[in-house]
């Protein structure tokens, strides 16, 4: 009974609840500066939760900074106290006018972290690609929500860098940064919304065949066009309200 209610759960409401358990062991020092978390497998074992479960609550603790992950080497306690400063709240995505400057930044952060995975990325980093862009169109299709896909997607290529600080930011800033996420009762009618959706994912697939094709410098081109085509979209957005 007790493993049913937990497949019920969500895995984001999963992911939070692993971050507290394994913030309280760093806390009460049965995790302690600078030991190693368990590997992947035995959390998954100990918390009966899935991988991406586990990867997304490693995430936010690296957001937190109670611990970072050495590449090849394993994931580390930081101690208390290490947080880093930097942080986009819920109330910073309020306007169009926000929503575009976290744009921006993005366009400086991923053009080049999509050039690093074309170089860099390995056949486990595509393979959690092409699942995230599955399922992006299987929502799509169905006319459900495909936001946490669509984050997903963008959170792999982070990690297809190879480096650990593209993989945090992008945990910190979460999936607020989509912009639909914030925008959805501003879109258009449902047939419109899905036709403009898919053309996402076509932007999508795009810098996925660039960095399957080790392509650094389309990869790079690939994901500031899409990036720059939600820009866009806001600011016409905005011209109108104003």
Do not use: C, W
Not at 19 to 47: C, H, N, Q, W, Y
Not at 121 to 132: I, S, V
């Amino acid at each position: 009974m007790t493993i049913d209610t937990t497949l019920r759960r969500k895995p984001r409401t999963l992911a939070l609840e692993l971050v507290e358990s394994l913030g309280d062991r760093i806390r009460d020092g049965r995790l302690a500066l600078g030991d190693k978390l368990p590997t992947e497998a035995a959390i998954m074992a100990e918390f009966s939760v899935s991988r991406t479960v586990v990867r997304e609550a490693i995430s936010k603790l690296q957001a937190s900074g109670l611990v970072e992950t050495r590449h090849g080497i394993g994931t580390f306690v930081l101690g208390l106290g290490q947080a880093p400063g930097f942080k986009i709240t819920p109330d910073q995505f309020s306007t169009l006018r926000d929503v575009i400057a976290v744009l921006e930044l993005r366009i400086g952060v991923e053009t080049e972290a999509a050039a690093l995975a074309a170089q860099r990325r390995t056949e486990a980093n595509l393979k959690a690609m092409r699942e995230a862009l599955d399922a992006v169109a299987a929502a799509v299709d169905a006319g459900r929500d495909a936001v946490a896909s669509d984050f997903q997607f963008h959170l792999e290529i982070a990690r297809a860098t190879q480096n650990s600080h593209f993989a945090e930011l992008m945990g910190t800033l979460g999936s607020m940064i989509i912009p639909r996420a914030r925008l959805a009762a501003m879109d258009s009618a449902n047939d419109e919304r899905r036709q403009y959706l898919r053309r996402v994912n076509g932007e999508h697939e795009s810098i996925y065949d660039a960095i399957v094709g080790q392509d650094p410098d389309a990869a790079r081109a690939a994901m500031r066009t899409h990036l720059a085509n939600s820009r866009e979209r806001r600011r016409r957005a905005q011209a109108e309200a104003s």
